[in-house]
Protein backbone atom coordinates (compact mmCIF):
# COMPACT_ATOMS: atom_id res chain seq x y z
CA UNK A 1 0.00 0.00 0.00
CA UNK A 2 1.27 3.69 -0.66
CA UNK A 3 -0.44 6.70 0.48
CA UNK A 4 -0.14 10.20 -1.57
CA UNK A 5 -0.22 13.65 -0.51
CA UNK A 6 0.41 16.51 -2.98
CA UNK A 7 0.98 20.07 -2.31
CA UNK A 8 2.90 22.81 -3.84
CA UNK A 9 -0.28 23.90 -6.39
CA UNK A 10 -1.66 27.24 -6.63
CA UNK A 11 -2.58 30.30 -8.71
CA UNK A 12 0.83 31.77 -11.11
CA UNK A 13 0.83 33.85 -13.85
CA UNK A 14 1.58 32.74 -17.23
CA UNK A 15 5.59 32.19 -17.58
CA UNK A 16 5.92 31.58 -13.79
CA UNK A 17 6.64 28.78 -12.27
CA UNK A 18 5.85 25.88 -9.39
CA UNK A 19 7.49 23.06 -7.81
CA UNK A 20 4.33 20.40 -6.65
CA UNK A 21 5.99 17.91 -4.20
CA UNK A 22 4.20 14.32 -3.49
CA UNK A 23 4.85 12.79 -0.28
CA UNK A 24 4.75 9.07 -0.40
CA UNK A 25 4.27 6.74 2.41
CA UNK A 26 4.51 2.93 2.73
CA UNK A 27 7.21 0.61 2.04
CA UNK A 28 7.24 -0.21 -1.76
CA UNK A 29 7.52 3.43 -2.46
CA UNK A 30 11.67 2.86 -3.42
CA UNK A 31 10.30 0.09 -5.65
CA UNK A 32 7.80 1.89 -7.73
CA UNK A 33 7.32 3.90 -10.44
CA UNK A 34 5.96 7.37 -9.97
CA UNK A 35 4.02 9.86 -12.17
CA UNK A 36 2.24 12.66 -12.62
CA UNK A 37 -1.26 13.40 -14.44
CA UNK A 38 -3.54 15.87 -14.57
CA UNK A 39 -7.32 16.68 -15.93
CA UNK A 40 -8.48 19.95 -16.46
CA UNK A 41 -12.78 20.86 -16.58
CA UNK A 42 -14.22 18.93 -19.07
CA UNK A 43 -11.08 17.07 -19.99
CA UNK A 44 -9.84 13.59 -19.74
CA UNK A 45 -7.19 12.85 -17.00
CA UNK A 46 -3.94 13.25 -19.54
CA UNK A 47 -0.37 11.78 -18.75
CA UNK A 48 2.00 14.83 -17.88
CA UNK A 49 5.02 12.85 -16.45
CA UNK A 50 6.40 9.64 -15.12
CA UNK A 51 9.65 8.03 -13.73
CA UNK A 52 11.29 4.72 -12.90
CA UNK A 53 11.56 3.65 -9.45
CA UNK A 54 15.77 4.59 -9.54
CA UNK A 55 14.65 7.46 -11.14
CA UNK A 56 17.16 6.68 -14.11
CA UNK A 57 14.23 6.69 -16.65
CA UNK A 58 11.90 9.50 -17.22
CA UNK A 59 8.73 10.16 -19.59
CA UNK A 60 7.47 13.53 -20.32
CA UNK A 61 4.28 14.48 -22.81
CA UNK A 62 4.71 16.68 -25.41
CA UNK A 63 3.07 19.47 -24.25
CA UNK A 64 5.07 19.98 -21.15
CA UNK A 65 8.59 18.76 -22.52
CA UNK A 66 11.31 21.41 -22.12
CA UNK A 67 9.27 22.89 -19.25
CA UNK A 68 8.64 20.35 -17.13
CA UNK A 69 11.08 17.76 -14.99
CA UNK A 70 10.22 15.19 -12.52
CA UNK A 71 12.45 14.06 -10.15
CA UNK A 72 12.39 11.92 -6.71
CA UNK A 73 14.08 11.42 -3.86
CA UNK A 74 13.63 8.12 -2.03
CA UNK A 75 15.45 8.77 0.65
CA UNK A 76 12.70 11.37 1.38
CA UNK A 77 9.73 9.10 -0.46
CA UNK A 78 8.81 12.26 -2.14
CA UNK A 79 8.27 12.90 -6.11
CA UNK A 80 8.54 16.17 -7.66
CA UNK A 81 7.64 18.22 -10.63
CA UNK A 82 9.12 20.81 -11.78
CA UNK A 83 7.10 23.13 -14.16
CA UNK A 84 8.32 26.68 -15.85
CA UNK A 85 6.88 29.05 -18.17
CA UNK A 86 3.40 28.12 -17.50
CA UNK A 87 0.70 28.35 -19.45
CA UNK A 88 -3.06 28.86 -19.16
CA UNK A 89 -3.46 25.83 -20.96
CA UNK A 90 -1.32 23.53 -17.94
CA UNK A 91 -4.25 24.69 -15.66
CA UNK A 92 -5.43 21.75 -14.36
CA UNK A 93 -6.01 19.20 -11.06
CA UNK A 94 -2.56 17.36 -10.72
CA UNK A 95 -2.63 14.38 -9.35
CA UNK A 96 0.48 11.94 -8.54
CA UNK A 97 0.12 8.04 -8.71
CA UNK A 98 2.28 5.31 -7.71
CA UNK A 99 2.82 1.93 -9.45
CA UNK A 100 3.59 -0.99 -7.74
CA UNK A 101 6.09 -2.04 -10.63
CA UNK A 102 9.44 -0.47 -10.95
CA UNK A 103 8.94 0.32 -14.35
CA UNK A 104 7.15 4.23 -15.27
CA UNK A 105 4.43 3.80 -17.97
CA UNK A 106 2.42 6.75 -19.54
CA UNK A 107 -0.77 4.85 -19.05
CA UNK A 108 -3.35 5.99 -16.20
CA UNK A 109 -4.55 2.38 -15.96
CA UNK A 110 -0.88 1.17 -15.02
CA UNK A 111 -0.68 3.05 -11.78
CA UNK A 112 -2.75 1.56 -8.65
CA UNK A 113 -2.47 4.57 -5.94
CA UNK A 114 -3.70 7.99 -6.66
CA UNK A 115 -3.02 11.00 -4.44
CA UNK A 116 -5.93 13.45 -3.76
CA UNK A 117 -4.61 16.02 -6.11
CA UNK A 118 -3.32 19.57 -6.10
CA UNK A 119 -4.79 22.59 -8.65
CA UNK A 120 -2.65 24.58 -10.48
CA UNK A 121 -4.14 28.06 -12.02
CA UNK A 122 -2.16 29.72 -14.30
CA UNK A 123 -3.59 33.14 -15.10
CA UNK A 124 -2.80 35.23 -18.94
Known amino acids: QVQMVESGGGLVQAGGSLRLSCAAS????????MAWFRQAPMKEREFVAA????????YHADSVKGRFTISRDNAKTTVYLQMSSLKPEDTAVYYCAADRSPQASVVASRYDYWGQGTQVTVSS
Open 51 to 58: ISWSGGRT
Open 26 to 33: GRTFSFSA
